[in-house]
Structure formats: C-alpha cells, structure tokens
C-alpha cells in the first residue's frame, strides 16, 4: 500500500476501506490525534470503549499482543488494537539491560500476520521522530538512521502509513484569509501569516483565533495591533522561543514568568518541554554558526531537515539573535547535563528545568 496523506486516509474511511495495520506521526500532534480518532470511530463506530483495546507504548509485551490480536469481537465487526507512543529506539520506559532490537524484533514477527477481524492502530504523540524531505516522492519520510522506520515500513507495505506535517505559515496565511473573507471579514496575507506564525500552524488554534478575532473586529478590517494585543497562543515551541529570547536578555522574571506558562503538570508534559528547549537552542546554535560561515538559511533546511518547519530558520534568519555563540554552547551543556540526570536519578523533573533555566540566565553571554 503506497504512503497516504490526510485526504486520502478519510477517503478511504468514508467508503468503508479499512487496513489491519495504521500508524499515524508527524510534527502536527493535533492532526495526528484528529485523524486517529476518525480511525478509531470507523472502526469500532460509538463503541469505542468497549470495541477497543488502548496500551501504552511504554509498556507493549509482543506475546501479549499477539494473544489479543487473536481475539474474536463480540461487540463490533473488528477487534481494534490502540497503541500509543511505542517507540522503537526505546521500547520500555525501563530497558533494565534490555537491547531495543531484541523487543522490537519480537514485535515486527508479531505483526507479520495480523488476523482479518483486527486493525492495529499506532500513533505517535509524546516524541518526536526525525524526518526528512524525499525529494523522490515528493513528501517527507522517516530518517532512515531511526530505529521507528522499519515499524513505518511494515505499516507501510501491509496497510496505511500517514505522516501528519504542519503547514508552513505562508501556505495556511490564504486558508485563513479566505476563512475570515467569508465571515464577512478583513485581514492581509502578511497578518494572516502572523496568526500561522504565532499558533505555530497548530490548525485548531488557529480556527479558535480566527473566531475570536473575528468577533472583535465585527466587520472591520483585523490588523496586527491586535493580533498581537489578542492572539496569546501558549504551545512548548512558541514559547520556548520566548524563553530563549529572556534567557539572552539576561531577563529573570521574565524568563520564570514565560516558563509558568509552560504546561508542567505532569512528568510526560516536563519531558516534552525540556525537549523542546533543547531542540530550540540547537535552531538557534545552527544559525548563529551558519551565519558566522557565510552560509544561507536554505542550505540549513536543506541540511538538518526542517522542511516542515523552515519558517523557524527563516524567522531566525530575519531576527537578530542577542545569544552568543559562548551562550549558546553553555546552555545547550547545561541541557545535556540536566537530561542525563533526570535518566540516571530519580530526581524532580519540573525543579530541574527550573534550576537549569536559572544556570542559563546566569551563564556569560
């Protein structure tokens, strides 16, 4: 079965065509989350709680699965499988010596005969898998170096693999144009692009704003005095951004005031921020060495990938990065530090981030 897009996958649904075998990624968790959930309705209708088996990645044993892949429904047509976040380069939350190979080679044999009454869904929404851009077909792809590609693969070749990317800001600056034109409303391509920019193309916030900026406007044409006093969209990337922006100034409460805005509720939430921060110095790392060689922001996306995200390298092209590249290095050590201490201690994830935010605003610029 050859890669499918989200137009294709809901087409297939709409008529009925169902695999034994989806798995679903991509940097636009909403829309991964979205289409799975349109997935899991025309597989097991409105019976989804008891038509559906939910697992955690985190926590997959092949031979157990196979035992419910066996399952004959009672309820439903199918015995649907719903397995979350299984990540292939770490299968277990605790490895305890465990070699990742091993675990995910029980599991691909597993999945060589999926029985007919069953359809196993996998999604990814708590880690990010590296793609690139394919120029081959068209599309981006699994980097080939992850161990998650052959799990891709085989949903790939005996079902439906979709990768869920985000529109850049330019592309989605017409759709939300024309959205805001048909209630009855006025906005430029250039603000349109700044709602994109600050929802970082998150399509469901962005449908939010448009209604809450229409509401306001009534009518008048929606300019960005006040996108920017009524637009405050508050996800990890977008705000990261801001933190690193405080971290440079050297600002303190700035810096703490933008991390409470962080969603730290939980160990699953922590982690995920700390990523992003990390994956944010290195953007910034990336083109502050760049340009200091002379070297483009094309070539940069070019070279490290961010095709569904080249806005960030342009946007940071065109802004004038305060940080260092001494800063830069210092902060991404102290990172590296605190991740290696969250995995080798069972130290408190949410005051770690904290401490770390502290030792950057103090390191020399």
Do not use: W
């Not at 990523?275 to 910034?284: E, G």
Request: hydrophobic share 40%; aromatic share 6%.
């Amino acid at each position: 079965m050859p890669r499918a897009d989200v137009k294709n996958v809901l087409s297939q649904l709409k008529k009925g065509e169902l695999r034994n075998i989806y798995y679903i990624c991509g940097s636009d968790i909403n829309g991964v989350e979205s289409l799975t959930k349109k997935i899991i309705k025309a597989v097991a209708g409105d019976n989804d709680e008891l038509a559906v088996t939910k697992l955690d990645g985190k926590y997959i044993d092949p031979s157990e699965l196979y035992d419910q892949m066996q399952i004959v429904p009672m309820m439903s047509e199918y015995n649907c499988i719903f397995i979350n976040d299984y990540d292939c380069e770490r299968p277990y939350y605790e490895m305890n010596g465990k070699k990742a190979d091993d675990i995910n080679k029980r599991l691909f044999e597993t999945l060589k005969n999926i029985p007919e009454q069953t359809v196993i869904i996998f999604n990814v929404t708590g880690f990010e898998i590296p793609v690139k851009f394919s120029r081959k077909i068209r599309d981006v792809e699994i980097d080939t170096k992850n161990k998650n590609r052959k799990l891709a693969d085989i949903a790939e070749k005996n079902g439906i693999l979709c990768i869920v990317e985000k529109q850049a800001p330019a592309v989605l600056a017409k759709t939300i144009a024309a959205k805001v034109s048909a209630r009855g409303g006025m906005i430029s391509v250039r603000n349109a692009q700044l709602v994109a920019e600050i929802c970082t193309s998150d399509e469901i916030a962005i449908g939010n704003e448009i209604d809450k900026l229409c509401a306001y406007a009534g009518g008048r044409e929606i300019t960005e005095t006040m996108i920017r006093d009524m637009v405050h969209y508050s996800s990890v990337n977008f705000t990261v951004y801001n933190l690193a922006d405080a971290i440079a100034e050297g600002s303190r409460d700035n810096a703490l005031n933008i991390l409470s805005d962080l969603d730290l509720s939980d160990d699953k939430k922590c982690r995920s921020a700390l990523s992003a921060i990390q994956s944010t110095f290195m953007d910034y790392y990336r083109v502050v060495t760049a340009k200091r060689a002379g070297v483009g922001a094309e070539q940069v996306i070019n070279d490290f990938g961010y095709y569904s995200r080249r806005f960030i390298i342009e946007k940071l092209y065109n802004k004038s990065i305060r940080l260092s590249l001494k800063k830069i290095r210092s902060c991404l050590d102290i990172l590296c530090d605190t991740n290696e201490r969250l995995n080798s201690t069972a130290a408190d994830i949410r005051s770690e981030i904290e401490t770390a935010v502290i030792k950057m605003l103090t390191a020399p610029n």
